[in-house]
């Protein structure tokens, strides 16, 4: 299994347009979730999802939007980008979510990075 | 609202020398706490949690809810440890909050 994979591996956009960021999981993984790393700081997260539905959403505007497939594939969708944007942006699998205190582990794939002009 | 604080940016050791890298936390619940780790050009990987209390390649990192931290330390780094090191935290449904990270430079 190649882990998670991740398209494109980079993207260059300008203000004001729309970008679409794709990640196939892990084989056998139903959850998918995606964060935000800006330069010098953590991964910030963005959206959960678990056998297609949203289960999570961090604190980030309603430019960003995503939707689970059923082979539970994801894309994350960005609309009227600024330059703020521009992060590298992770997807991460993993096996199940938990409802309760134990958590499973996240398999991160390599990453989009997006430049914003 | 949880948070994870990681004070160092920058770690610097050298060969053999203890290694501690701090975490603290803040969240009114049980959390549950990872270290992370991503060597360079590669992906970001789990180093360990603190629920299985296992030491991976010699790391060990002890939750202490009092002092709400989860320092990871390793007696004698080596030179393959040199990496960006993450703490984080989770609060449930898996979702991860990190700390901004700090970067180990092991010298030989």
């Known amino acids: 299994d190649a882990g998670v994979t991740q398209s494109p591996t980079h993207l260059i956009k300008t203000r004001g347009q729309q970008v679409t960021l794709r990640c196939s999981p892990i084989s056998g993984h139903k959850s998918v979730s995606w964060y935000q790393q800006v330069l010098g700081q953590g991964p910030q997260f963005i959206f959960q999802y678990y056998e297609k539905e949203e289960r999570g959403r961090g604190n980030f505007p309603d430019r960003f939007s995503a939707r689970q497939f059923p082979n539970y594939s994801s894309e994350l969708n960005v609309n009227a980008l600024l330059l703020g944007d521009s992060a590298l942006y992770l997807c991460a699998s993993s096996l199940v979510i938990s409802l309760t205190a134990f958590s499973y582990e996240q398999y991160f794939g390599p990453g989009t990075r997006l430049t914003v002009t | 609202a949880q948070r994870v604080t990681q004070p160092e940016k920058l770690l610097s050791v050298f060969k053999g020398a203890p290694v501690e890298l701090k975490c603290n936390y803040s969240y009114s619940g049980s959390p549950e706490l990872f270290w992370y780790v991503q060597y360079s050009r590669q992906r970001l990987q789990l180093l360990l949690r603190h629920i299985s209390r296992e030491s991976i390649k010699g790391f060990t990192a002890d939750l202490n809810k009092g002092e709400t931290s989860f320092h990871l330390k390793k007696p004698f780094a080596q030179e393959e440890d040199s990496a960006m090191y993450y703490c984080?935290?989770?609060?449930?449904?898996?979702?991860?909050?990190f700390g901004k990270g700090t970067m180990l430079l092991v010298s030989p």
């Open positions: 984080a935290l989770s609060a449930g449904y898996s979702t991860l909050t």
